[in-house]
């Protein structure tokens, strides 16, 4: 098989157009509508044959990029460049197809954003039409989905019509003095309230649970001490200055080993980074695993018996 | 035996007691003015300062900012003072996200804020800097770069001297790149674990300089990336910030008659003078109240373990 006219085939322009404009709008219309297709399609076949086309479909998206990963790639060959043979014009073609995917699967994710905003639409608009318990929390939160979609998507179309006129604070329309109220003033302050809560109670829990009970929790709690110390850049630099009194400012003296420097540098790198590297190995291992197990639809999640 | 009453009230403090010591602990340091805490620089934000201080004019930086407001207190600070260190190598940057949709806007913000710093108006959109908006799905987004820089990085952008949308690339800032080779450096501002996945993405050795600026959470993890050289420079939670800061208003290894520098880095050879009207901004502001926050952990912990010291003590003295 020749691959050398596929790997210089000329880039795809027919899915980019300019935002806002109408061949884009018609675009993304007909995508939608192919889209639709394509579910119907798989609605109606037999339940039978919906699973082996998802496990084929997840074996050739999964098969893609074991290829492109395991295929040999020419040192320094971009897509600009010829390929000499097949295996080069191969790589180049699999290289090519590497955006292809990762467009199709950023497609992929808008979908099941938009399943997940369906889906919170429907148990909370079910849950208020049916005066169901707390209905009114429901009711809040469609309320407040439905005024950050429309001014999010006020704001939006404005400025594309508006040609980035609007980007000087001078020049703000109700648009874009909505989505900073809703988002700069409210939704960016709760979230920052919400997680700096946690910095409470931690330090509750740490005043009733940290307990030294046992030698462990001794060590534990004394390599902890001195990596809280050692955040605190005043504590350290204390420290550095007692020792350079004790050595003389000799950099080969014994002493300065026990600078709070020396043993914070020593349980990072000798204790805490190995470990972490350890963890990482066998979290990767085991996802290499799962990884293989997806693919080949092996999982019940993933298709498989 | 029994403790006194004492001992076991300072055990048992009420929690809303403790809270209110904390917003206290932290709030009073932040309207002290002018504070300087010394602070000794880490290898791995030396690291990064001095590449950063190594970018020629007109240098293409990629930012990928994906830190939401939840770790504003860190990663605010090190996006802010990364800006700071661009405007003055004059260099130009790509921003985008691929880790959350609100990411973007957050970074524009920011932006927007330490663009009032300069007379100028800062870091113009087009010019200076372009804004690809953000990419779901960071893995495949990941690859795309390393395979097609173009292609992944096909969005459009107002030219506000037209008023017309056009492709990125006939951008100033992206004109001459075609491959991440044309990059100078890429940085990844960020409260997760995405340097990771683009380290993995774009093999080692990388055919860019990658750069981390992260949590403190996040820092162990990511410095076994920079003891392995594939993260060139890291800057590690509040503490990073405050490092950047400090190399940024006192220079590197820079003596002033003679006196020693507060801003050693030892690996670095040579010197870098202070960034032309640089001062101590958001993290040397939030340094102390870690410090207070940190300082009260530290005795709550002691106290709460008040019991068993004076167990121990009394089994000493039998």
Known sequence: MNFLPLAQAPSLQFFQAPGGSQQA??????????????????????????????????????????????WPLPLGLDASQK????????????????????????VIQG??????????????????????????????????????ITVGYGEYIDNVRSAGV??????????????????????Q????????????????AAYRA????????????????????????????GSGQVIERITGGDPSHFANNFSLTSIRLWIRDTLQAPSIRALEWGIFIGGLAMGIRLWLSLERSGGGS | MKQPLWMEKLQQIDRKVLYLMLILATAIPL???????????????????????????????????DWTVSSRGESAGQLEALLRILRSRKSKFVLFSAADPQAPQVARNVIRRVNKEFPDGGFKPWQDYVDLKYFPQAESFASSMASDLRKAWDRTMIDPADGRSKSVFESPVLKGVRRLEDLQLYTIVTASGTPRIVIQRFGSPSRVPIAALVTGVMGPEHMNYFAAGQLIGMSNGLRGVVELETMMVEGVNHRVDGKASKAEY????????PLEGAQYKRGMQYFASLHTALIMLIILVILGNMGIFTKWFRKGDA
């Open chain 1, 83 to 106: 390929p000499l043979n097949s295996v080069e014009a191969v790589s180049l073609t699999l290289q090519d197809g590497t955006t292809v995917m990762g467009k199709i699967l950023q």
């Open chain 1, 189 to 204: 302050n709760m979230d920052a309230a919400m997680f700096s809560i946690i910095a409470f109670f931690i330090l509750s």
């Open chain 1, 111 to 148: 979908i099941l954003l938009f399943l997940g905003v369906y889906s919170v639409l429907r148990v909370h608009a079910g849950r208020f039409l049916k005066r169901q318990k707390d209905w009114a929390f429901s009711l809040v939160l469609l309320c407040s989905m439905m005024a950050m």
């Open chain 1, 25 to 70: 709008y018609i675009m993304a219309l007909s995508a939608i509508f192919v889209g639709l297709l394509l579910m119907v399609a798989m609605f109606n076949t037999p339940i039978k044959l919906r699973r082996p086309i998802i496990i084929l479909l997840t074996f050739l998206a999964g098969g893609f990029y074991v290829l492109s990963w395991l």
């Open chain 2, 31 to 65: 309207f002290i003015k002018g504070l300087v805490i010394p602070v000794k620089i880490e290898d791995s934000t030396g690291a990064l300062f001095v590449k950063l201080n190594s970018l020629p004019e007109g240098s293409v930086v990629v930012i990928q900012s």
């Open chain 2, 266 to 273: 030892k690996r670095f050879n040579g010197s870098i003078p």
């Open chain 1, 210 to 237: 940290f307990r030294i009970r046992s030698i462990e929790s001794t060590i534990l709690l004394a390599s902890a001490l001195i990596m809280i110390l050692a955040l605190m850049g005043l504590a350290e630099y």
């Open chain 1, 166 to 187: 609007h980007a000087n604070a001078e020049s703000w329309t109700f648009w874009q003095y909505g989505k900073d109220f809703l988002f700069d003033g409210m939704l």
